[in-house]
Nanobody, 119 residues
Framework: QVQLVESGGGLVQAGGSLKLSCATS????????IGWYRQAPGKRRELVAG???????DYADSVKGRFTISRDNAKNTVYLQMNSLKPEDTAVYYC?????????????WGQGTQVTVSS
């Protein structure tokens, strides 16, 4: 059973924007850190951004200043606003929940959402 569901990916030109959504249940959303991860072909999955229940955010150096993670408490949804996209941002994007550092996650991975940035 998939606990977190990603959506919002697509094809965009370099310099463009996309907003991803991660919908989950109230029980998961309210007490866990939520992270956005990505996996490009032939590469390991990496943590892109994370948000704590209290709202504190963290970002990978590669996306700082371009990506913004946020949460909507009423909708149990976490968003990833991606601006100034680059071809190297092309990947399948996933969300998951875990402990504060998000170095490990609690749930099975969903199908993710594909983001493709053309040059």
């Amino acid at each position: 059973q998939v606990q977190l569901v990603e959506s919002g990916g697509g094809l965009v030109q370099a310099g463009g924007s996309l907003k991803l959504s991660c919908a989950t249940s109230r029980s998961i959303f309210s007490i866990n850190a939520i992270g956005w991860y990505r996996q490009a072909p032939g590469k390991r999955r990496e943590l892109v951004a994370g948000i704590q229940p209290g709202g504190r955010t963290d970002y990978a150096d590669s996306v700082k200043g371009r990506f913004t993670i946020s949460r909507d408490n009423a909708k149990n949804t976490v968003y990833l606003q991606m601006n100034s996209l680059k071809p190297e941002d092309t990947a399948v994007y996933y969300c998951n929940a875990g402990r504060e550092t998000l170095s490990s996650v609690y749930y099975s991975w969903g199908q993710g959402t594909q983001v493709t940035v053309s040059s």
